[in-house]
Structures are given as C-alpha cells and as structure tokens.
C-alpha cells in the first residue's frame, strides 16, 4: 500500500499529524526560477534588495528558513561589498552552482541598471527641481523603514531564544551607534567571540 503522505513530509512513529514542513516542496529552484525571482526582487526593492529579498525566499517561496537566512546573511555581511549582491551570489551558489550565482547576480543588478541609467540622465537635467529634492526625502524615508521592518524580522528568531545572540546583538549597536568604534574593529572582535560562545553552547557534535 502506498504511503498516504506526500514524499516531502516524514509520517511521525506515533501516529500524530504530520508536522508542516519549514521548507517548501520546490525547495531546489532551477536557474531560470532564481533569475526571474531575483528580478521580480529588483523591480520591488525600492530602499533596498534586502527585505525584498528575504520576503520572497523565506515567506513566500520557503526555499530557505528564517535561521538559514540569517545565517547567509551573516556571511554577506562580513564579507566585503554590497551585501545584497554578495548574497544574491551565495544563495545562486547554493542551488544551481556557478550558473545560479550568475543568475540572481545578472536579475539583482539588470533591471536596476537600465532604469537608474534613465534616471542619472533625468536627474542631471532636472535635479535642481524643488519637488524632486521632496519626493528624495521621502523615498528616504521609506528605505529606513523597510530595512528597520527587515531587521526586527532578522532578530526576532536570536531573540526568541533568549540565549546569548542578543547580549552580541546588543554589544555590537553599543560599539556601532554610541561608543562609535570603526566597524572593523566591531567585526574583528565580536565575530571570533560569537563564534566561540555558539561552539561551546552547541557542544560536541
């Protein structure tokens, strides 16, 4: 008798309903879905690729969990360069290799660069405008929110635990936003730290 139950999802040993998976079903996009979803991701990011980008993978395609983006963004944003092309290249990597990253790096940045090329030109002749200046302000206004909206959405998975990633957390904007300490510097010392304490907690594996 075949099993009643979707390939993707595991029948629990007592008989209780099956758990909801974290991760959808098409959980391996193929190149061609990467690059037109890094598109669409494009064409939306006003204020930034980032939220957008982490609305599409983890809440509405789940090909990615909440800790999973976490984690990918964490790289990005140690490493050097614009985060949302650093993890465009990551999270193509991951799925589809070299001709994934190629994909989402080509859909992030195409659509981008066609249209603020028309618009370097508008503004070059128009820039001076009064209105224009009012219509920058809140566009600004705007990007701040959506990636303040990203970050509560980012820190609500550390903080749920109650652990220690909010003590870093915390740390990290105090040497950052107050004591104003190079951010380098605030990388150098409280990466190796948070990496530590994570080991130590997790334990042998």
Known sequence: MSNPLPPTVAAPPNGDAPATPEVAPNAQPGVGEIFFSFVKVALSGFGGAMPWSRRMIVEQKRWMTAEEFNEAFALCQFLPGPNAINFSVVFGAR??????????????????FVIITVLAVLYA?????????????????????????????????????????????????????????????????????????????????
Request: glycine fraction near 12%; avoid cysteine; aromatic fraction near 10%.
């Open 95 to 112: 799925f589809a290799g070299v001709r994934g990253a190629l994909a989402a790096v080509f859909g992030l940045l195409g659509p981008p």
């Open 125 to 205: 002749k128009f820039g001076d405008l009064t209105a224009l200046g009012r219509m920058l302000t809140g566009v600004s206004a705007a990007a701040v929110g959506l990636l303040i909206a990203m970050v509560a959405k980012m820190a609500a998975p550390l903080f749920a635990k109650l652990g220690w990633a909010p003590i870093v957390v915390l740390a990290a904007f105090v040497g950052v936003a107050i004591l104003r300490f190079p951010l380098p510097v605030v990388f150098v010392v409280l990466t190796p730290v948070s990496i530590a304490i994570a080991w130590l907690k997790r334990g042998p594996a």
